[in-house]
């Protein structure tokens, strides 16, 4: 079904003739007074009567449910609405019905547009809101939205918005992945003194990987044990279905505890290896310069390269030579473990024994199945870099709740796999259900003089 409302635009102009330039000054002035909100307004106003005057009527949108058998309808009074857009404020009004045969009474512009009952604002500015705040610190976020909008978005408000809305949410789906990789970032957190919570906030992350290439976010979490986040990754999924084939992570902080269970295998990633092997030294109060060439000893030993033909196109003999490099570098592990020991780095040793275990999971990995996987986390490292780097530009002082939003917000927006998009896809429901074109009504008499 098509309505077609016409719009009337009241223009008195002079048989003298007027100038384009007073035209032009005039135009400038109706819009400057108006605006699009008042547009905007009128086509709603205008909607409403229709809608309305129909129902008085007795003629029924017979695709809408009604309240009653045989309703009949009649006017109850007129609304003052405000809803808050990004082309400005839009004032109108709109009309209540009562039904006089069941008693209840319906605003039908509302259940037409499908606003909620207290709904203030439009989702397009909500998703504005979104996208400025968790690029910006929301000082400058709702400075930045009086250039967009028409209207102020004091930044008291964007924030409750954002808090509000549940456009950070993730479904981890049943999608089951080529890696999960996940990782953890620092922030500075909101101090609750009676609770012993100090500012030292840590923002966990977790993403997965397809065999293409494409990143899922799986979740941001700040707060949460990593067993509470590997029960939220596993979500739906069954306990024996793994989320992921391999996990790819620094394997400290209980990651590699908490999610390598819902992963066939695990790698741990060299590259945070060989930076934590330089911090455990550290600890163990080994000078710089020791600690520098053990880190380089053991980035030597473990950076064994996969071929980089085919999986079919590699001879068995190099695949043989493959194998014993792994297990030559393992054994040359072992011996700079106990090396470790012998100069008295405990921690540094317990630190490598551990990691030790998964280090060269993509060798074996490879060899048997061909599948080339990465031995470092680099691609979740660029993520939590540009997720420290916002977060720090944005404030200080997040609540636990309100950074893992943020955060989510940030990964399903730098994500590939378009989540934000399809969230707000649903949400502005834009289905080229209204057209709106400029056009003029020749009186009848003049066509003959040709369109
Ligand atoms: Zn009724």
Not at 186 to 199: F, S
């Amino acid at each position: 079904m098509q309505d077609i409302i016409t719009l009337e635009v009241l223009s008195a102009v002079s048989e003298n003739g007027f100038s384009l330039d007073e035209l032009v000054f005039q135009t400038r002035e109706l819009y400057e007074k108006e605006g699009l909100a008042g547009f905007v307004g009128l086509i709603l106003r205008l909607t409403d009567e229709r809608i309305c005057i129909g129902m008085v009527q007795g003629k029924l949108n017979h695709d809408r449910p009604t309240c009653c058998s045989e309703p009949r309808y009649e006017y109850q009074g007129l609304l003052d609405r405000r809803f808050r857009t990004s082309v400005g404020e839009v004032m109108m009004k709109w009309r209540r019905l009562r039904c006089r045969n069941c008693g209840r009474t319906t605003i039908p512009l509302r259940e037409f547009l499908g606003l909620e009952r207290y709904q203030s604002k439009t989702s397009e500015l909500e998703k504005i809101v979104a996208e400025v705040v968790s690029e910006q610190s929301y000082r400058r976020g709702s400075n930045h939205l009086d250039i967009i909008g028409d209207i102020p978005v004091p930044k008291s408000t964007a924030h409750r918005w954002v808090a509000q809305s549940d456009c950070d949410k993730i479904d981890t789906g049943q999608e089951t992945f080529d890696l999960l990789v996940a990782d953890a970032t620092g922030y500075k957190r909101r101090p609750v003194k009676e609770a012993g919570v100090n500012n030292r906030g840590e923002l966990r992350v977790a993403l997965g990987v397809d065999k293409t290439g494409r990143i899922v976010p799986l979740g941001a979490f700040s707060g949460k044990s990593w067993d509470q986040i590997a029960a939220a990754v596993q979500g739906e999924r069954s306990d024996e279905k793994p989320v992921a084939d391999m996990l790819v992570s620094d394997g400290e902080r209980g990651i590699a505890q908490s999610l390598a269970r819902l992963c066939t295998g695990h790698q741990r990633c060299h590259w945070h290896v060989t930076r934590d092997l330089n911090y455990t030294m550290w600890q163990d109060k080994a000078g710089k310069l020791e600690r520098k060439q053990t880190q380089k000893k053991l980035t030597a030993i473990i950076g064994i390269e996969l071929p980089e033909e085919d999986f079919e196109k590699v001879d068995d003999a190099d695949k043989t030579a493959l194998t014993e490099a792994a297990t030559q570098a393992e054994s040359d592990v072992g011996k700079l473990i106990k090396q470790l020991v012998h100069k008295g780095y405990g921690v540094a040793a317990d630190y490598l024994i551990r990691a030790s275990r998964n280090l060269f999971s993509y060798v074996y990995r490879w060899l048997a199945t061909g599948i080339v996987g990465p031995r470092a986390s680099s691609l979740i490292e660029r993520m939590m870099r540009e997720l420290a780097r916002r977060l720090k530009r944005m404030a200080f002082g997040w609540s636990e709740e309100g950074a893992a939003k943020m955060a989510r917000i940030i990964i399903k927006r730098f994500t590939s796999a378009g989540e934000w998009e399809r969230y707000w896809k649903q949400r502005l429901r834009i289905q080229g259900n209204v057209i709106l074109v400029l056009r003029s009504i020749t009186a009848t008499d003049l066509q003959p003089l040709g369109r």
